[in-house]
């Protein structure tokens, strides 16, 4: 079992960049894929960005390609989000995610966190 905190969440302006961490207690945290989603007011949860458990793979949704970047540091038991270039359409509460798979698909995580805001003003 893994529990994950999320931090780095914020109010900051179009352009502006932002580096969220999500720190994980637990054993074998090398052994989880993670991921990150988010979720808007109204709209469902939806994927961002994955990481393989080593690190060697990583995939993203189109929205965000080019402007974030997922890594972690398995000897700090640490995933980040490195968002650059936000626009307004990317505020939305933001949540990490393991499991054993390496999935785009929210339903298929075991473990969450408790979610950072994330607003972008224009």
């Known amino acids: 079992q893994v529990q994950l905190v999320e931090s780095g969440g914020g109010l900051v302006q179009a352009g502006d960049s932002l580096r969220l961490s999500c720190a994980a207690s637990?054993?074998?945290?090398?052994?989880?894929?993670m991921g990150w989603f988010r979720q808007a007011p109204g709209k469902e949860r939806e994927f961002v960005a994955v990481?393989?458990?080593?690190?060697?793979?990583?995939d993203y949704t189109d929205s965000v390609k080019g402007r974030f970047t997922i890594s972690r540091d398995n000897g700090k038991n640490t995933v980040y989000l490195q968002m650059n270039s936000l626009k307004p359409d990317d505020t939305a509460v933001y949540y990490c995610?393991?499991?054993?798979?390496?999935?785009?698909?929210?339903?298929?995580?075991?473990?969450w966190g408790q979610g950072t805001q994330v607003t972008v003003s224009s």
């Open positions: 995610a393991a499991d054993k798979d390496y999935s785009r698909t929210y339903t298929r995580y075991a473990y």
């Open positions: 637990g054993r074998n945290f090398s052994t989880y894929a």
């Open positions: 990481i393989s458990r080593r690190g060697g793979s990583t």
